[in-house]
């Protein structure tokens, strides 16, 4: 059974702070891992994809990857409130395989 | 360009009824899904188009659940007879698919939300 594991929360960070997701896999072999952002009531909106080792970052974003540890994380510099959301943690095993989604971490940003 | 469009966007029936929901992918994405998201939970796949083709139906109650993507674009999700469970959030996303290798991006659609009363 593939699984992606994710702290459900909430986490809460004050105003400005970095907020730091974690996301740990089953499957070594996965390829591609995805975060999503999903507000109260609202889908889930693509906000980072990442492939290789390493860090990529995006403006205020920054995704981490280790594939020998099987750790992706998510990094939100200068936190504002209107970061309060679900992240959701997503990978895709292999190619032409099913994404599988981790049931999110609550995150809230503290005024 | 436009996003993923769904159809309705709430629903409310009795159980026993049926219900469908229709989505629009993103032009030129071939691989469509659905998906269904309980409260608190992460999106889980009930079925995975290439094209028209069903790739992957696993996880689709057959008994009262169908779906098609007759020309490859549009699809629709369709459950007959609705049960109390089926109560969720029935999400539509697309991608271009196995043409984009790993680099399989999805992208949702607003999604449909079902109370089954």
């Known amino acids: 059974q593939k699984e992606v594991e994710q702290n459900s929360g909430p986490l809460s960070v004050p105003e400005g702070a970095i907020a730091s997701l974690n996301c740990t896999y089953s499957d070594r072999g996965s390829q591609s891992f995805f975060w999503y952002r999903q507000y109260s009531g609202k889908s889930p909106e693509l906000i980072m994809s990442?492939?290789?080792?390493g860090d990529k970052e995006d403006g205020r974003f920054t995704a981490q990857l280790n594939k020998a540890s099987q750790y992706v994380s998510l990094l939100i510099r200068d936190s504002q409130p209107s970061d309060s959301a679900t992240y959701l943690c997503a990978v895709n095993p292999r190619v032409g395989d099913k994404i599988i989604f981790g049931k999110g971490t609550r995150l809230h940003i503290l005024p | 360009e436009a996003g993923v469009v769904q159809s309705p966007r709430y629903k409310i029936i009795e159980k026993k009824q049926p219900v469908a929901f229709w989505c629009n992918p993103i032009?030129?994405?071939?691989?469509l899904y659905w998906y269904l998201q309980n409260l608190g939970q992460g999106p889980e796949l009930l079925i995975r188009y290439e094209n028209e083709e069903a790739v992957d139906d696993s996880q689709l109650p057959k008994d009262r659940f169908s779906a098609e993507r007759l020309k490859g674009v549009d699809s629709t999700l369709k459950i007959q007879p609705a049960e109390l469970g089926d109560s969720a959030v029935y999400l539509c996303?697309?991608?271009?698919?196995?043409?984009?290798?790993?680099?399989?991006?999805?992208?949702f659609g607003p999604g449909t939300r079902l109370t089954v009363l």
């Open positions: 990442i492939y290789s080792n």
């Open positions: 996303a697309s991608s271009l698919g196995l043409a984009a290798g790993s680099y399989n991006e999805q992208f």
């Open positions: 032009s030129g994405h071939n691989t």
